[in-house]
């Protein structure tokens, strides 16, 4: 599902920088799929962040809407490092059609969801680690216990 974050990243952020989120970014661990960014006014009602972020006078700080639709480790905070804006404030603000509009800080709300079956229900069959062998549940390699004996010599 895709997942919307309103980010506060330190700089004022370009279009270029915007259309590289948008276009995927190029991580670490691999390229990240196209996401949807745009720049956006700071969110209202924002609760007070406990610690306050860091505050530099000289450097300004800008929000954007991103949306992503994977979820490596970090990544939104990763993406904008990579396109120079690092990640000061980072809110989820929303999952599939669910938002955190109407919620206030610390709030929940429980709801019964039906997620489509997309065959994750299935079990899945084990996988073969080793693929090639004819028979990978077995040890293949041979044991002592398993050869044939040599006739023993005996000197009278």
């Known amino acids: 599902m895709p997942k919307t974050y309103w980010v506060q990243v330190e700089g004022d952020i ?9 276009k995927g970014v190029e991580l670490k661990d691999g390229m990240t799929k196209p996401a949807k960014a745009q720049k956006i006014n700071e969110p209202p009602n924002l ?6 972020i ?5 450097i300004p700080t800008n929000w954007i809407a991103l949306t992503i639709t994977e979820g490596k480790n970090r990544q939104v905070r990763r993406m904008t490092a990579a396109v120079g804006f690092p ?16 919620l206030k800080n610390g709030d929940h709300k ?47």
């Not at 370009?14 to 948008?22: H, M």
């Open 14 to 22: 370009t279009q270029d920088a915007l259309s590289r989120l948008e």
């Open 87 to 102: 990640t000061l404030r980072l809110i989820r603000y929303a999952i599939g059609p669910w938002t955190i509009d109407g």
């Open 47 to 52: 609760w007070a962040r406990n610690p306050p």
């Open 110 to 156: 429980s709801l019964s969801v039906n997620v489509p079956d997309d065959n994750r229900s299935q079990p899945r069959k084990p996988r073969n680690k080793h693929p090639g062998r004819s028979n990978p549940g077995k040890n293949t390699r041979k044991s002592s216990l398993n050869k044939p004996k040599r006739p023993r010599k005996f000197n009278t």
């Open 54 to 58: 860091r505050e530099r006078a000289n």
